[in-house]
């Protein structure tokens, strides 16, 4: 599986991002770094919820993953329109819209393929990518994801949570994550394009739970009798 997003600048400057994941374990494949920043070190600004050490992991997952991103948008500004194309397997998607907005759809694939167990919820979502999904649709795709995954749990004879206590317990827990991470994207930034792109990923985990907690939009086209 492989997500392009190609990013073309109004001055005529292009730069891309490409993602590949395995296709049976949906973790992303990782790309040779023989010299990664201190920044990405698991000990330089660890979460405090982190269930690794520097024995295990030298860096951290996620942060090594993106250190690619970092670099190459570290001193451009979030808010700079730009002309977006995502190629995948199966289709292609355009959007002008800001920077900011594209490296935060191309980031929130990385953290939840990346290895971090506390993104792993997030994982079945990676499958079915929607390059830069809007709030609505975020908070759709994530309950309704989740729901399909306690349906096959019952099937399985598994305890299902129907009512999304857990997910909503994993959104707090994504919340803390985004925060070090946001921490660790200013020490390696010069203007804001990618910590504030990690910004936005972190409003729209709060606003999941929030959705559940209210009892989720009263949309009629969603409720068919």
Not at 168 to 197: G, H, P, Q
Not at 201 to 220: E, H, T, Y
Request: aromatic share 10%; hydrophobic share 40%.
């Amino acid at each position: 599986m492989f997500y392009k997003y190609l990013i073309k600048f109004d001055g005529e400057e292009e730069k891309s991002i490409e993602i590949q994941l395995d296709p049976a374990t949906l973790s992303i494949i990782p790309k040779p770094n023989e010299n990664p920043p201190d920044w990405a070190l698991l000990d330089c600004g660890k979460c405090s919820i982190c269930p690794y050490t520097s024995d295990m992991h030298k860096y951290c997952p996620v942060a090594l993953n993106i250190a690619e991103i970092t670099l190459a948008f570290a001193d451009k500004a979030s808010t700079v329109t730009v002309d977006a194309r995502v190629i995948t397997t199966e289709r292609e998607y355009f959007k002008r819209t800001s920077l900011q907005t594209v490296i935060s759809s191309a980031i929130g694939l990385y953290m939840a393929t990346s290895g971090c167990p506390h993104m792993a919820i997030l994982k079945p979502q990676a499958k079915y990518h929607l390059p830069f999904a809007t709030l609505s649709e975020t908070i759709y795709r994530s309950i309704s994801s989740y729901l399909v995954q306690q349906y096959l749990r019952k099937n399985k004879g598994y305890e299902p949570d129907w009512e999304l206590a857990k997910l909503i317990k994993a959104y707090e827990i994504i919340e803390i994550l985004n925060l070090s991470m946001v921490n660790r994207l200013r020490k390696a930034s010069t203007k804001d394009a990618n910590y504030n792109a990690l910004i936005i990923l972190d409003i729209f985990a709060k606003m999941v739970p929030v959705n559940i907690a209210s009892g989720l939009p009263k949309d009629k086209l969603m409720l068919i009798d």
